[in-house]
């Protein structure tokens, strides 16, 4: 199925009987859709990244347990197979246990719910670009930003870019900066032809590059998402993450960290309890058919890190503005 996509990016799209999502692997030489049809559907398009980003997984998740209802399957095994597609993201064992308040109810009660967690995600992300944006400088700010936390990543705007997009619509930001992001170049591909669309100035750079970049030019925040927020803060987002927090303190940019509380687990008191997904060997050793690295050889490839709170001035969540060790307190109240 292909369609064209309008001004708003909406990579998740109800379609009445069935889900649509604008396949994330193609972009953005391709403009593509997905056709979801269960909740087995769903889950081997949030495994093979056909959709990506933690909101988003969450909101497909829900998604894909209506689309099982509604053909009558079972609701425990739709649920066990949304909830093994990938491990790291809170946001999906979120949308699960939200929706599992409705199991017993009618499929067009769990379509409501999945709907509500979709429309809730954009008003939270507008909401958190409000809130960010008002931390940055009123005019020249320099940003940057790794991977792809966009209106592709969630239920539109975005996180970290939604900040990003709030604070260039109220003409604080003279220059972006955005990683490549490797190795499956979430940054390269996704967050440069989110950020051109609407004209927001940005510079592509390799991940490697961005110590030198704050050794050479003053970058006022550095901006990401998050994948899962540990009770003290520990974050864990994309691989690189650490590496870039590291860099910021080295050279006094500021970190913020932009997430909804979906992303929060106060079960997990710190970092080292959050699952760190290891992926194919295939993401580093090639790009699609292209391979570079000679054949057999050894790879570990982590997909995310863990960024301790204390490297992390802010958390900005649809709640409020916090420093990392208050942000999750008072959650699992
Ligand atoms: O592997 P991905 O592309 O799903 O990883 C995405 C990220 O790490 C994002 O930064 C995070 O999910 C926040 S998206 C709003």
């Not at 030489?29 to 980003?53: F, K, L, N, Q, Y």
């Not at 699960?96 to 009618?106: E, F, I, P, T, V």
């Not at 050889?297 to 709170?309: I, R």
Request: with cysteine.
């Amino acid at each position: 199925m292909s369609d064209v996509i309008s001004d708003a990016v909406r990579p998740i799209v109800w379609s009445g009987d069935h889900l649509k999502l604008l396949d994330q692997r193609e972009l953005p030489a391709r403009e593509t859709w997905v056709a979801c049809r269960s909740a087995a559907d769903v889950a081997t398009a949030i495994h093979g990244m056909a959709v990506r980003g933690a909101p988003a997984i969450g909101i497909a998740a829900a998604y894909g347990l209506a689309l099982d209802a509604m053909a009558g399957r079972d609701y425990d095994a739709a649920e066990q197979v949304l909830a093994a597609s990938r491990p790291t993201a809170v946001n999906l064992r979120w949308a699960l246990d939200r929706m599992r308040r409705l199991a017993n109810r009618s499929a067009a009660a769990l379509r409501d719910e999945a709907q509500a967690i979709h429309r809730e995600d954009l008003a939270q992300n507008l909401r958190m670009g409000e809130l960010g944006a008002a931390l940055l400088p009123e005019r020249g700010a320099r940003i940057l930003t790794h991977c792809n936390t966009g209106a592709l990543a969630t239920g539109g705007h975005g996180t970290a870019l939604g900040v990003i997009r709030t604070a260039w619509q109220q003409g604080r930001i003279a220059q972006v900066y955005n990683t490549e992001t490797r190795p499956w170049l979430q940054g390269a591909r996704l967050t440069a032809w989110e950020l051109m669309r609407e004209g927001i100035p940005t510079r592509l750079i390799a991940d490697g590059a961005a110590a030198h970049l704050m050794s050479r030019e003053k970058i006022d925040w550095v901006i990401v998402g998050a994948d899962r927020i540990a009770a003290n803060g520990d974050t864990a987002n994309k691989i690189g993450t650490y590496a870039l927090a590291i860099a910021a303190r080295h050279h006094g940019a500021k970190f913020m960290v932009v997430a909804p509380t979906s992303t929060f687990d106060p079960a997990c008191p710190d970092g080292t309890c959050i699952p760190i997904e290891e992926r194919l060997a295939t993401e580093l050793t090639q790009y699609q058919d292209r391979v570079w690295a000679p054949a057999g050889v050894g790879t570990w490839n982590p997909v995310f890190d863990v960024t301790p709170a204390a490297l992390i001035d802010v958390i900005v969540s649809e709640r409020g503005v916090s420093g990392p060790g208050e942000a999750v307190r008072g959650m699992s109240d």
